[in-house]
């Protein structure tokens, strides 16, 4: 039952992450059908279900809140971003650490 949830699942964020892109949905819906064909004749008891049913909701999750289309309109690039795209604060960006250290070493050109 799980493996058709994420079957369906990856199926919504593909739907998502691609509206109005038909041949990108439809190669989407492809890879998605053929990877799940693939493991249909393995049996309910093999180990390697479960993490290729975790890999599968990842992989929806992803698609769905970090993907973002671009459109190229003359010079300037439109974002399509939709209400299940994932939005940072850029906190991490604005208050980074001024001397970053790898390993106790600085790094860049703070040596």
């Known amino acids: 039952m799980a493996a058709i949830q994420s079957y369906r699942n990856l199926l919504r964020a593909a739907r998502i992450a691609f509206q109005g892109d038909a041949p990108v949905l439809s190669a989407a819906k492809e890879s998605i059908r053929n990877g799940f064909r693939d493991k249909a004749s393995l049996p309910a008891s093999d180990p390697s279900i479960g993490p290729a049913i975790q890999h599968a909701n990842e992989v929806a999750s992803f698609l769905k ?41 600085k790094c860049c050109s703070q040596r």
């Open 65 to 105: 809140a970090n993907l973002v289309q671009g459109k190229k309109e003359g010079e300037v690039y439109h974002l399509r971003i939709h209400e299940h795209t994932e939005r940072g604060d850029n906190d991490s960006v604005k208050f980074a650490n001024k001397n970053p250290t790898i390993g106790g070493v």
